[in-house]
């Protein structure tokens, strides 16, 4: 199973990026995809997941309103949206997927993507 993040980049504040996380190696069909970051010196923290169906998603706080997480079934991809980027969105932003939606521990990770917002 591979989870292969792209798309990230420099960015002026108020720009915007998107993100793709490519899944291939299984059938990711009733997974949870999810999106994670990790600022330099702070513990990883949730994003935004989706259901693999594309019915329900879920964002942090910080995020909402700014940030939109798809799937696209036939590329086996996931994209988060990110417009109104400001400085403190600066981090690595990693994809994640899970089989059990009600557990805490996701099942496979994939590389980070570094995301830079400048002021």
Known sequence: VQLQASGGGL?????SLRLSCSASGRTFSGYVM?????????????VSRIWWS??????????????TVSW???KSTVYLQMNNLKPEDTAVYSCAAKS?????????WGQGT??????
């Open 11 to 15: 960015v002026q504040a108020g720009g």
């Open 72 to 74: 696209d079934n036939a």
């Open 34 to 46: 999810g999106w994670f970051r990790q600022a330099s010196g702070k513990e990883r923290e949730f």
């Open 100 to 108: 059990n939606a009600y557990t805490t521990s996701w099942d496979y």
């Open 114 to 119: 570094q995301v830079t917002v400048s002021s």
């Open 54 to 67: 594309g019915g329900m998603t879920y964002y942090a706080d910080s995020v909402k309103g700014r940030f």
